[in-house]
């Protein structure tokens, strides 16, 4: 295989994760498909599956021991991904298989934090109920709570605010 026909064929794997064909994915990794394997951008394979809301595939890759702790280029965990996206099932899937509540990146920025930006209160709650810690604070010094408050997020804000009591 030439450099040229291993780069096509990287790019239709990571085809395969973001379109969430978890029967393709099973198969490819019995072959020997690294499991972790990175794009151009440091996604893994769960990166993309999970960003795109792909549950079955997801299962999948974390069955054949995918890192749910692998960040991309950007810091991004899967977990934040998902927070971001407002993936709630999502979110619990990666916790149940062991990424952690937290899902900081390399600013410091939790999965919390993104839920609680994009005012996501069924994430922001079930994120708290796994034990996430409101006063943890991004690179700048940001909580959550003001991560809420500067994005404009009022029932998030609230529900934090609560917290504070």
Do not use: W
């Amino acid at each position: 295989m030439s450099q040229e026909e291993a780069a096509e064929f990287a790019e239709q794997v990571f085809d395969v994760a973001r379109k969430g064909d978890a029967q393709m994915l099973g198969r490819l990794l019995e072959k020997g498909l690294p499991v972790n394997l990175r794009n151009h951008k440091g996604d893994t394979l769960l990166m993309l599956a999970a960003y795109h809301g792909h549950h079955e595939a997801v299962s999948v890759l974390l069955a054949h021991k995918a890192d749910p702790e692998i960040r991309n280029d950007n810091n991004q965990s899967p977990i934040a991904g998902a927070a971001f996206k407002g993936d709630l099932a999502m979110v619990q899937l990666l916790v149940a298989q062991g990424a952690s509540v937290e899902g900081a990146g390399g600013d410091g920025r939790t999965a919390l934090m993104m839920a609680a930006m994009f005012n996501r209160t069924a994430i922001v709650d079930y994120l708290i109920s796994q034990g996430a810690d409101p006063q943890a604070q991004d690179a700048n010094g940001t909580t959550a709570l003001a991560a809420a408050k500067t994005m404009g997020a009022q029932d998030t804000a609230a529900q934090l605010e609560k917290l504070q009591g």
